[in-house]
């Protein structure tokens, strides 16, 4: 088992920045990778950003070119900085530590952030 801690979370007014952290309470070297997901009132749980033990990183089309997802492997920790920041950003964010079981990806779960994009 893992804990993960999510915090930066917070309002923010259109094209405001934001920066996530997740610290994980185990070495993230365990995990195949660390994810940001998010999740809109009404709708379903959507990957934002993920990043492999190997540093490659992934976006959801919609944050190509402003978000950025890194990891720091000597803190535990995955950060999701967060640019030019559009009303659809508006959702609880939740960091994700994925593990590969007999080819199943499985997930733990932080408790998520909450994240308002308004004017």
């Known amino acids: 088992q893992v804990q993960l801690v999510e915090s930066g979370g917070g309002s923010v007014q259109p094209g405001g920045s934001l920066r996530l952290s997740c610290a994980a309470s185990?070495?993230?070297?365990?995990?195949?990778?660390m994810g940001w997901y998010r999740q809109a009132p009404g709708k379903e749980r959507e990957l934002v950003a993920r990043i492999t033990l190997g540093g490659s990183a992934d976006y959801v089309d919609s944050v190509k070119g402003r978000f950025t997802i890194s990891r720091d492997n000597a803190k535990n920790t995955v950060n999701l900085q967060m640019n030019s920041l559009k009303p659809a950003d508006t959702a609880v964010y939740y960091c994700?530590?994925?593990?590969?079981?007999?080819?199943?990806?499985?997930?733990?779960w932080g408790q998520g952030t909450q994240v308002i994009v308004s004017s």
């Open positions: 994700a530590a994925e593990t590969i079981v007999l080819g199943i990806a499985r997930y733990s």
């Open positions: 185990r070495s993230i070297f365990s995990f195949s990778a």
